[in-house]
């Protein structure tokens, strides 16, 4: 029995919600392979995502889907660029995380939400409301903020909000499951991730093997990558691409706190004023959307009383 509209969309915001509270509560587990360099810990993430979502292809016996999605040589050069946006945005968030660089982290994904609304509006012809033009200049006001504050870590926000605004774009573009999609982005990514963990392993000694403690944490990025991915996947194709932009606010405002509480870095003026204009802008375009959701359910009320 096919989903209605409805259903499509509460299963979309429930997948958006969970996905980013585990991305935002990553950096915890990132504190664990600290000692990991960001390129060796990015390979062995995509060498352990492959088995695993190959694991859930034969457990929901998606195999059809997979093979009929690799026989697709336009859907294939689609998530090529897909997997390099991912893996471009894998390697620049661990290595802010690990330089200590969390606020620059936070602040990419909080210009994300800027960049999914944009997209949207020039490429999807999605519309925004006069507020939601209003949350977007507030944002922007933001960003340009750091044009004159923190300009030495401006490039990791940006790299971090372009990468994952674009990888969201395609994959929600492309007619591809979430679980075929991530399948096959982990398989096109396998063979460099296996040479730069041999590199890693022949230079200075992998990482994997350091320790059974270290290695088994290693491990668990495979889970804490797919498992939010196939989240994130499932939700940009059941939700318009503004609003799962501005529900991305809730992983970078955990990350935003833990930057405060446990890792200790100093949040410069500059960073507070940028925050400050972002949460504003995020706080118009949920009540827009709050408003909006109010009205809808109102005038379907009245069209049943009205029969």
Do not use: H
Request: charged content about 10%; aromatic content about 12%.
């Amino acid at each position: 029995m096919e989903k209605t509209a409805t259903e499509q969309r509460r299963e979309g915001l429930w997948s958006a919600f969970a996905a980013y509270l585990i991305w935002g509560f990553l950096p915890l587990y990132l504190i664990l392979v600290r000692t990991v360099p960001a390129f060796e810990f990015v390979a062995w993430r995509i060498i352990w995502t492959l088995p695993l979502c190959l694991l859930i292809v034969a457990f929901r016996k998606q195999g059809p889907d997979l093979r009929l999605a690799l026989a697709n040589r336009r859907l294939l050069a689609w998530l090529l660029l897909s997997s390099f946006l991912i893996a471009v945005n894998w390697v620049v968030y661990i290595w802010a995380i690990q330089q200590n660089y969390i606020y620059a982290a936070s602040l990419g994904y909080y210009i994300n939400p800027l960049v999914n609304v944009l997209l949207g509006t020039l490429i999807l012809g999605e519309r925004l409301s006069r507020l939601q033009w209003a949350a977007v200049g507030l944002a922007a006001i933001g960003v340009s903020l750091l044009l004159g504050g923190a300009l030495t870590t401006l490039w990791i926000s940006l790299t971090l909000a372009l990468s994952f605004g674009t990888y969201g774009l395609v994959r929600k573009q492309v007619p591809v499951g979430s679980l075929p999609g991530l399948t096959i982005e982990s398989a096109i990514l396998l063979l460099p991730s296996t040479a730069v963990a041999v590199w890693f392993g022949q230079t200075q000694g992998s990482s994997i093997t350091a320790s059974p403690g270290l290695g088994l944490a290693i491990m668990l990025g495979g889970v804490l990558t797919a498992v939010p991915l196939l989240l994130f996947a499932l939700a940009a194709r059941r939700l318009p691409y503004s609003t799962l932009g501005f529900i991305q606010f809730l992983a970078p405002s955990i990350v935003f706190i833990l930057g405060l509480t446990v890792f200790g870095e100093e949040l410069k003026p500059v960073q507070a004023a940028c925050f400050a204009c972002i949460w504003a802008a995020a706080g118009l375009f949920i009540y827009d959307l709050v408003s909006r959701s109010r009205a809808a359910s109102a005038a379907s009320r009245l069209r049943e009383t009205g029969r």
